[in-house]
């Protein structure tokens, strides 16, 4: 069903010309077979696990129905969210989070299988082995009791990792000021104590209204920082005015040096006119640049550096570069801003006294992949 419905989409959307069509086309086959196969694997275990009764029969149909409802909400946000002037409703409080927790759950249910899956099939030439060492043939009876017990366990197994999602979902937008000390080796006594805010990935638009965008900046403000600093992603990837309020919040934020930022990967629709509001709301973006500002009778140099598209290693070389273009380092104590965190990786050792980023919201982890830069990273 899903399929069809996304085919029939991407034929309309080809019909006007729309310049997803071809991203949509690449996750029919990589993302929504996978999201498909879950949920015909759940419909069916659900099926094996319930009595079959006229009442469950129906109760199936209520739920499947729902399915292709909440279906029917993530692809129409899918297919709006660049457009200039996206459907209220779809955007609305209780709207807004339906479609990306919906295929969010799926992936995690379609993982749950894989992981059940793999110990079945590990467990099942395991005992194969051990049979075959043992020459021990012994077949125990079938038991339809406990056939029904497994595949209950199944059914919550492959669920588990989508409930406890499901948990913390409530906790996007519980903000909170988390306050932190930072011992630098070669930092001068003169900004021992100097107060820094760093905020990162607002991504106004959706849920990230504008109440919840000035208790952000109340909360900025309570910190009593001197310094604020932004690591990009202050933009959804929707074109139009759904980010007045994000200008609206961050001029109401008080700090005496001022805020600075840099640009993430979400924040090139537009990125001068997102440059151009962002300089009247009181924040200065560096981009790939470096300046010097007075702290405390103190020189400190501040850099940011633009999201780099990542891929074929181009990343690899463009902070480098960047950081090169900079000119040799000298004595004064420098921070750099730079939205990715995986940009440490190929950052020159000594290039700065502390580098902030973003782009994980907190809770996304990477393997590093670069073990020659593992070591002294707090060099950096």
């Not at 996206?86 to 609305?92: M, T």
């Not at 099939?121 to 497994?150: D, I, K, M, N």
């Not at 109401?252 to 006119?273: K, M, S, V």
Request: hydrophobic content about 45%; proline content about 6%.
């Amino acid at each position: 069903m899903l399929q069809g419905i996304l085919v029939l989409a991407v034929l309309v959307s080809g019909m006007g010309g729309y310049r997803r069509v071809l991203f949509l086309l690449c996750l029919l086959p990589i993302a929504f077979t996978p999201f498909s196969s879950a949920r015909l694997r759940l419909h069916r275990a659900l099926e094996r696990a319930l009595t079959s009764t006229p009442h469950t029969a129906a109760l199936l149909s209520i739920l499947a129905g729902f399915g292709v409802m909440l279906d029917v909400v993530m692809i129409a946000q899918l297919l709006t969210a660049r457009l200039g002037s996206p459907v209220p409703i779809l955007y609305s409080t209780g709207i807004a989070w339906l479609g990306p927790i919906w295929f969010s759950a799926h992936a995690l249910l379609f993982l749950g299988y894989v992981v059940i899956d793999v110990a079945r099939w590990s467990g099942y030439w395991l005992t194969q082995a051990l049979h075959r060492w043992c020459s021990f043939s012994y077949e125990a009876p079938v038991s339809p009791e406990r056939r029904r017990f497994l595949q209950q366990v199944g059914v919550l197994g492959a669920g588990a990792p989508f409930l406890l999602s499901l948990s913390g979902v409530k906790l996007t937008y519980d903000f909170r000021v988390e306050e932190r000390e930072l011992i630098l080796p070669h930092w001068p006594p003169s900004l021992d104590g100097l107060r820094v805010a760093h905020l990162s990935d607002i991504h106004v638009g959706g849920a990230m209204n504008r109440d919840r965008l000035l208790r952000m900046a109340a909360l900025t403000n309570s910190a009593r920082p001197e310094l604020v600093v932004h690591t990009g992603d202050f933009l959804t990837h929707r074109e139009g005015d759904f980010d007045l309020p994000l200008y609206e919040a961050l001029a109401r934020i008080t700090a005496p040096y001022g805020q600075w930022a840099c640009l993430g990967n979400h924040d090139f629709d537009l990125p001068e006119r997102l440059v151009s509001r962002l300089r009247q709301a009181g924040v200065t973006t560096l981009r790939n640049t470096l300046t010097t500002l007075s702290l405390h009778g103190q020189s400190l140099e501040l850099g940011g550096i633009d999201f780099q598209v990542r891929g074929l290693g181009r990343e690899t070389q463009s902070y480098p570069r960047i950081v090169q273009s900079f000119g040799p380092r000298g004595p004064l104590p420098r921070v750099l801003l730079i939205h990715d965190p995986r940009a440490f990786a190929t950052l020159p050792r000594g290039c700065a006294d502390l580098v902030l980023s973003g782009h994980t919201h907190g809770g996304q982890v990477g393997i590093q992949l670069y073990g020659e830069h593992t070591k002294n990273w707090g060099e950096r």
